[in-house]
């Protein structure tokens, strides 16, 4: 996604680290997600909360001029050796 930015991939790691190592260590922690048993394990909560952060983060802070750049390289990306489009 165009959007994504630094700050949200580093804040969305650090916080979904620390629901999963928390769920894992304390599952108690986690009941209220219906921890254990059936429920969610702390490495869902913490992808949960990850993919959210990086969202809100995606539209406070502005994206980063590189990035379309990256994009449009990978978009007209050719093989070496030959001349089709991948």
Do not use: Q
């Amino acid at each position: 996604w165009r959007r994504v930015n630094l700050p949200g991939v580093s804040i969305g790691f650090t916080v979904g680290c620390l629901f999963s190592i928390i769920g894992n260590i304390w599952p108690a922690t986690i009941a209220w997600a219906g921890g254990g048993g059936l429920g969610w394990s702390g490495g869902m909560i913490g992808v949960f909360f990850n993919i959210i952060i990086i969202i809100i983060c995606a539209f406070v802070f502005k994206p980063y001029e590189r990035v379309d750049e990256l994009f449009n390289t990978v978009k007209t990306y050719r093989e070496v050796h030959t001349n089709k489009a991948i």
